[in-house]
């Protein structure tokens, strides 16, 4: 329920009177003949201009709208032979502010010439009946359109890039709508949208910004209100401050939170405690509302409706482009199709890189002749790039890779040579370089997290062996022109720490840092964080040395790869939305952004040098999905898309359950065509034992839902204070789940919850997941960070250690008596799988994976039925090229 208030503050005791919605369509055909002095008698809502009457050279046709200010008629250009939209007020309603309302909507509109803003023809406001004339349009409202429903994504998202593009002409005019809601935006009968009513528009230029607004508004702003419509102003405006072009953005924000969802964002039983609402409640979240929408769109619309106007878009174009690139879904593809050769993926790049230089070059011709971008590759055996850094004082790149099948170890390059030498370092990621010496990180251990967790060292160029300094480090950087490091730091089930230097912790995160980089002068430090430890994305952000942290951009889905630009003055990462690819962007300190750089293929920045220079990998990752159905004895590609991650197979082996670029999927394993079941973003996570429910959450992994495979909608399960979760897995009965998650301030763990209902238990202490359940429902399979499987009484009591078991091994499943369990070494490639005896203490090894071409090969997931007669995995490889960059701007 919404908190009542009787005051809102000194400027805010009367409610705003929300302005009329624009005039609704009704075709009325009428009679009579008009009379001057009926006409100025009329009261508000009649008819005062018949078919056949004149206003100047414009013949009345038929009314089609009427409200309460005066009327709108279709009428005829007798000049130009075309029909026009006549808008007239009684003279009733023809008070200086009205007639100076009718007046500033026909500037403001008048001066715009866009697509999505109709066209004003004429006007004359001194006329014994004043008038507008402007496009005829035909088709309705989008308040109509909302009263059938919610607007299906892909036209809700069209709509509303439509009127950000409309606002963001209007703005560059210096204008100000300040009325965004469905009532004053009409969809045509071809789809296309119009913003109407430009009537309580600001100018920025032309008026004195402190001009008393009860001159310039609706009657509301004389009685101390804002103007607008409560539940569609921005805090700002309910406060009565300045507006800008982020004011507008908020009310869009509204608008689309209730095309997506069809409810209003911001409601109460008075305009005074929507108004509250606006300034202190946050709407309801629209994955509860509509369950299945894109995280990605949550997120924008979140964004969209922030309270502090600094963390919203800043500028109309920015959230045209965001709606117009969430539209951009590629169309399905054989899986022929997906899976073209390397030698095409070259071509293509190379065509596309060449397109990019081409547009960029005539992009700015016009404004300064600038040099294209040239991109020099430097890497050119197949493998798959960890890390690399420009040596500082010349052109030589350090990098890390494994290629060719070869281990991972540390290379050095120059785009002189096309050689690369190995500088002796083995198992070992390039952190950070400084003259003559190289940060590395070592004795890397698998933490299920993006990246793993080893020993800083620091090496000489020249070789030697590493001297090894600090442990449970993840990345580090060194401050430009000074010895001092910068470093993150994790232990198991702790929080990550950002210290600098060493020793003394700048910033602590329940979640993941990663990328650190020191800034040109030193006083502050950049990284990508994703606080939630459930995604590969996160949000850019910037602490100083006195601890303060500033989020410059919202989560990105995908996010890897971060640097300060070659001036100093931007941070550029390398991020995507999800199912997209990485593309290279930028954001200064204030939170601006800006695309710099598209690709075809993901792009990941590596490093910036001062004098221009980008190093960036061009990454070729693909997920592939083969495995052995029931009754067959050779493995066969299953993929569907080209980031196909099986999760769970059918006890009987016909079908599986994957998730792929766009969603989730069920596919049967006789090679039938994949079945879509939606949660776009998202992640699926387990079958249920009667295969008509999968368990699934959401891209921001903050929700879990269940899918129906059949009919059916999807149902979000209550979250009960859990932040974020990582897995879920159903008990044999079908009524209850077991899943990791993490309350805000504690580490995951796991615990259980019944679907039907009631909060959830906790069944393991922080940092211990479960990753298999028994059959008879009574044990649960757990590891911890860098221990042995243990065995959980579901129903409460000390756990079991499993004899066979060893640090490394995630359970799989048991057989199905009950007397062996199944394990993966999901760390290694190839993988193995071992059968664990649980009465005799023995373990046997099954099966190894991907034991031919694992080159670029970064992980593996597998999935098999209790008996092994069927068994699917999926294994990401990741194909990188590393190219240095210059002319980035």
């Known amino acids: 329920m919404l908190r009542r208030s009787s005051r809102l503050g000194s400027r805010r005791d009367t409610a705003v009177q929300p302005s009329p919605e624009p005039l609704p369509l009704r075709t009325t055909t009428l009679g009579g003949t008009p009379n001057v002095a009926r006409l100025r008698a009329a009261p508000p809502g009649a008819v005062i201009l018949s078919p056949g009457d004149r206003l100047g050279p414009y013949q009345i046709v038929c009314i089609i709208g009427a409200g309460g200010m005066g009327e709108v008629y279709r009428a005829r250009d007798a000049r130009l032979k075309r029909d026009v939209a006549l808008k007239v007020l009684y003279r009733s309603a023809a008070s200086p502010e009205h007639l100076q309302l009718l007046s500033r909507e026909a500037r403001a509109a008048g001066s715009l010439n866009h697509p999505n803003i109709p066209a004003v023809f004429d006007v004359d406001i001194e006329a014994p009946i004043p008038y507008v004339v402007s496009e005829l349009l035909e088709g309705e409202s989008l308040r109509q359109r909302l009263d059938r429903g919610p607007v299906p994504l892909r036209k809700a998202l069209e709509y509303g890039a439509q009127i950000a593009n409309a606002l963001a002409a209007a703005h560059e005019k210096g204008i100000y709508h300040r009325d965004v809601k469905p009532g004053n935006v009409f969809v045509t009968l071809d789809g296309r949208v119009k913003l109407l009513d430009f009537g309580l528009a600001k100018l920025e230029r032309g008026e004195p910004t402190g001009a008393p607004e009860d001159t310039t508004v609706s009657p509301a702003s004389r009685m101390g209100a804002g103007c607008g419509t409560a539940g569609y102003m921005a805090p700002e405006q309910v406060l009565g401050d300045t507006v800008d072009a982020r004011t507008d953005l908020f009310a869009l924000g509204s608008v689309l939170y209730e095309m997506f969802s069809g409810v209003r964002a911001f409601r109460g039983p008075s305009p005074v405690e929507t108004m509250h609402a606006v300034l202190h409640d946050e709407p309801v ?28 878009f800043q500028c109309a174009h920015d959230l045209a482009f965001a709606l117009e690139q969430l539209q951009e879904v590629p169309a399905a593809a054989l899986p022929q199709t997906a899976r073209r050769g390397r030698t095409a993926r070259r071509l293509a790049l190379a065509l596309a890189l060449a397109a990019v230089t081409v547009l960029v070059l005539l992009a700015r011709a016009e404004l300064q002749p600038r040099p294209a971008p040239a991109f020099q590759q430097i890497t050119f055996q197949r493998g798959s790039i960890g890390a690399a850094r420009f040596a500082p004082g010349g052109d030589d790149v350090l990098y890390s890779a494994a290629r060719e099948g070869r281990p991972l170890q540390v290379w050095q390059t120059s785009p002189r ?175 601006r952004q800006r695309l710099i750089l598209p690709a075809p293929e993901s792009l990941t920045l590596r490093d910036t040098a001062t004098d221009g220079r980008v190093l960036l990998t061009r990454d070729d990752e693909r997920m592939t999905l083969v495995g052995v159905a029931p009754g067959e004895s050779e493995e066969k590609d299953l993929s569907w898309f080209d980031r ?148 959980w009484p579901v129903a409460g009591g ?55 071409d694992a080159v670029g090969v970064s992980s593996i997931d597998f999935c098999m039925t209790p008996t092994g007669n069927s068994y699917f995995y999926s294994y990401e490889r990741v194909l990188s090229d590393l190219y240095v960059v210059s002319g980035l701007r």
């Open 798 to 852: 000390a756990p079991r250690l499993v004899a066979a078991s060893e640090p490394g091994d995630r359970p799989l499943g048991w057989t199905p008596d009950g007397r062996q369990l199944w394990v993966f070494r999901r760390g290694e490639i190839p993988a193995s799988v071992y059968r664990l005896d649980l009465v005799r203490n023995t373990r046997q090894l099954w099966k190894r994976l991907l034991s031919r």
């Open 417 to 591: 040579s096309p050689e690369s030498r190995p500088l002796g370092y083995l198992a070992a990621h390039v952190l950070a370089a400084k003259a003559g010496e190289l940060a590395l990180l070592v004795r890397q251990r698998e933490t299920g997290e993006r990246r793993p967790v080893g020993t800083l060292a620091v090496a000489s160029l020249g070789g030697g062996a590493p001297r090894e300094l600090l442990e449970d480090v993840v990345d580090a950087d060194w401050a430009p022109g000074e010895a001092k490091l910068a470093v993150v730091r994790r232990r198991a089930a702790g929080p990550s720490r950002l210290e600098y230097p060493p020793g003394h912790v700048l910033y602590e995160s329940p979640g993941t840092i990663n990328n650190p980089r020191v800034a040109r002068d030193g006083q502050r430090v950049a990284f990508l964080e994703d606080r939630t430890q459930a995604t590969v994305g996160g949000v850019v952000a910037v602490v100083d040395l006195s601890g303060a942290r500033r989020e410059l951009t919202r989560e990105w889905p995908r996010a890897q790869g971060l640097a300060w630009s070659p001036r100093g003055d931007e941070v550029w990462f390398t991020a995507g939305e999800a199912g997209d690819h990485r593309a290279l962007r930028a954001v200064d300190l204030q939170g």
């Open 285 to 312: 979240d629209l994955l509860e509302v509509k369950p299945g929408l894109k995280p990605a769109v949550v997120r924008l619309v979140r964004r969209c409706l922030e309270k502090n106007r600094q963390e919203r």
């Open 644 to 791: 196909s991650g099986v999760v769970d197979v059918s006890p009987d082996g016909t079908r599986i359950l994957f998730g792929d670029r766009f969603g989730v999927y069920i596919r049967p394993t006789d090679g039938s065509p994949a079945i879509r079941l939606g949660l776009s973003g998202g992640f699926p996570l387990d079958l249920s034992p009667d295969g008509r429910l999968v368990v699934a959450t959401t891209g921001a992994a903050n929700q879990l839902v269940l899918l129906p495979t059949g009919a059916g909608d999807p149902t979000p399960l209550p979250n009960h204070g859990i932040s974020s979760y990582w897995d879920a897995l159903w008990f044999p009965d079908g009524r209850r789940i077991v899943f990791v998650g993490r309350e805000p301030g504690r580490g995951p763990r796991s615990y259980v919850q019944d679907v039907s209902g009631g909060a959830p238990r906790a069944l393991t202490p922080e940092d211990t997941w479960v990753l298999a359940i028994s059959p008879d429902g009574t044990l649960a399979a757990a590891v911890s960070s860098g221990q042995r499987v243990s065995l």
